[in-house]
C-alpha cells in the first residue's frame, strides 16, 4: 500500500486579534485544497510590520478559542517560543525536517503580502519548502503576466503559477496557487481601533474571542 502523504496548510500572522476575515480565509483554503490540517502561526516579531499589540500569550490565546471545535484547525506555537525576529523560512525548515520530505506543505498568505515576497528573509528558499498560496484579499489583486511584482518575483510568478489545485498534488513543494476566497474587509488594527474608542465590533471576531478581549482589557483605550 502507498502512503497518501499529508496535505497542510499554514498559516501565518500576528493574530491582532484574530478575526472573522482570518477564519474564513482558512476555512476556504483547506476546502479549495482539500487540506488534512490547516495550522494557525502566532508571529511573535516580524520585522516587516508594527510589533503586535497585545502580548504573545493572549493572541495565542484568541487564536485557540477562536478556533476551537474546528476538527481540521490548530495551533503551532513555535514562533512565540523562539527567540529573536519571527522569520517564516525558519519556521517551514523546522516544519519539513518534522513532517517528512512527501508532506505537502501549503503556506498561505495574502495578495497584499505576496507582492512583498522579495523582502522577505531568504524568501527563494521558501518555495524549496512549501508551495505557496494565495488568497485573494479586497484591494490587493495579481495581474496574470507578474506585471508589478519587480524582476525577481514576477520570473518566479511566471515559471511557478498554476492554475487548479490539482497541480499541487504531485510535488510536495513549489507550485504558486491563486484560492478564490470571500472578500470579508475586516482588518485587525480596524477593531483595534473601534475597541480604543469603546465601540462595538460584534460581529467582527468571535464571541468567544471579544470576551476574551473585554475580560482582560486588551486593546482597551485607557
Excluded at 497584499?112 to 512549501?130: K, Q
Aim: one cysteine or more.
Amino acid at each position: 500500500m502507498v502512503n497518501n502523504p499529508r496535505s497542510i496548510g499554514l498559516f501565518g500572522g500576528t493574530f491582532d486579534p484574530i478575526h472573522f476575515g482570518h477564519l474564513r480565509i482558512a476555512e476556504e483554503v483547506a476546502d479549495y485544497l482539500a487540506l488534512a490540517e490547516l495550522r494557525f502561526i502566532p508571529a511573535a516579531n516580524p520585522l516587516l510590520r508594527q510589533p503586535p499589540v497585545a502580548a504573545p500569550g493572549h493572541r495565542l490565546a484568541m487564536v485557540r478559542l477562536a478556533i476551537e471545535g474546528n476538527p481540521r484547525f490548530s495551533v503551532d506555537e513555535r514562533e512565540l517560543r523562539r527567540h529573536g525576529p519571527s522569520y517564516t523560512v525558519e519556521t517551514l525548515e523546522e516544519l519539513r525536517k518534522e513532517l517528512g520530505e512527501q508532506a505537502r506543505l501549503h503556506l498561505v498568505i495574502g495578495a497584499d503580502a505576496f507582492h512583498g515576497l522579495a523582502g522577505w528573509h531568504r524568501w527563494e528558499r521558501l518555495f524549496e519548502l512549501a508551495h505557496v498560496v494565495i488568497a485573494a484579499r479586497p484591494g490587493h489583486g495579481l495581474d496574470h503576466g507578474g506585471i508589478g511584482l519587480g524582476e525577481a518575483l514576477g520570473n518566479e510568478w511566471r515559471s511557478r503559477v498554476r492554475g487548479a489545485p490539482e497541480a499541487l498534488r504531485d510535488s510536495p513543494a513549489g507550485a504558486i496557487l491563486c484560492v478564490p476566497t470571500s472578500l470579508l474587509d475586516i482588518s485587525a488594527s480596524r477593531i483595534r481601533r473601534l475597541l480604543a474608542r469603546g465601540e462595538s465590533v460584534r460581529y467582527l471576531l468571535p464571541g468567544a474571542v471579544l470576551d476574551y478581549i473585554q475580560a482582560n482589557r486588551i486593546y482597551a483605550g485607557d
